[in-house]
């Protein structure tokens, strides 16, 4: 027996339009949090600079349809390595840079060249075309090892590593803050589980 009165008698504004104090999100606010619309519904996008072993070094959260290409040099300056010593200022460049092709375009080249970072990165089709396109005034192409491109597979790694958590692999925090501490919890675990164990140097 159904209840008079009940809900599904009643229009009603839908989820999306209630009232911001029961806990949504407005959709103005929606990119601050780092919340992106795809057909699926709601994505985030976390990009990560680790080392040569996978381990994250520094990550940001953007919605998920947010350009890979424009969070390098946000990634760069977020960087900090303490000098073995605990003395001096921290390390913010990297020996090396491995990166995608999504990185591979001239506003990404020209700052690491700049700031003297040596760097193997694949070129996309679209700019190797544009280059051939304009012959001699195409500049000459950058220069790409293959052998040590494969040393990439760490970053995947990694992020495997890190998705063995539930709360990464599938985003339950509304907050960008809160995703960002469940985040760096998932990279302290990484890092105490690739240190050393003491027990075995006795």
């Not at 009643?10 to 911001?20: N, Q, T, V």
């Not at 001239?106 to 190797?128: F, M, Q, S, W, Y």
């Not at 491109?149 to 809160?178: C, I, M, P, W």
Request: with cysteine; net charge positive; proline share 7%.
């Amino acid at each position: 027996m159904g209840r008079s009165g009940g809900l599904h008698n009643h229009a009603r504004a839908s989820a999306c339009g209630r009232c911001p104090k029961r806990g949504l999100i407005p959709a103005d606010s929606q990119a601050v949090q780092g919340l992106g619309r795809s057909r699926g519904g709601l994505t985030t996008k976390a990009h990560t600079l680790c080392d040569g072993r996978g381990r994250a070094l520094a990550t940001r959260i953007t919605p998920g349809q947010a350009a890979d290409t424009r969070e390098l040099a946000p990634l760069l300056d977020t960087v900090a390595v303490p000098r073995p010593t605990g003395q001096g200022r921290p390390r913010k460049r990297p020996d090396h840079l491995l990166a995608d092709k999504a990185y591979g375009s001239k506003a990404n080249r020209r700052p690491l060249r700049g700031r003297g970072i040596a760097h193997t990165i694949p070129e996309r089709d679209d700019v190797i075309a544009n280059r051939t396109r304009k012959g001699s005034a195409g500049g000459r192409p950058p220069n790409f090892n293959p052998a040590r491109y494969k040393d990439r597979n760490q970053v995947e790694r990694g992020f495997n590593r890190r998705k063995q958590h539930r709360a990464v692999a599938t985003r339950y925090d509304k907050l960008a803050s809160r995703y960002q501490a469940t985040l760096t919890i998932a990279s302290i675990m990484d890092w105490l589980r690739a240190a050393p164990d003491s027990r075995s140097t006795r």
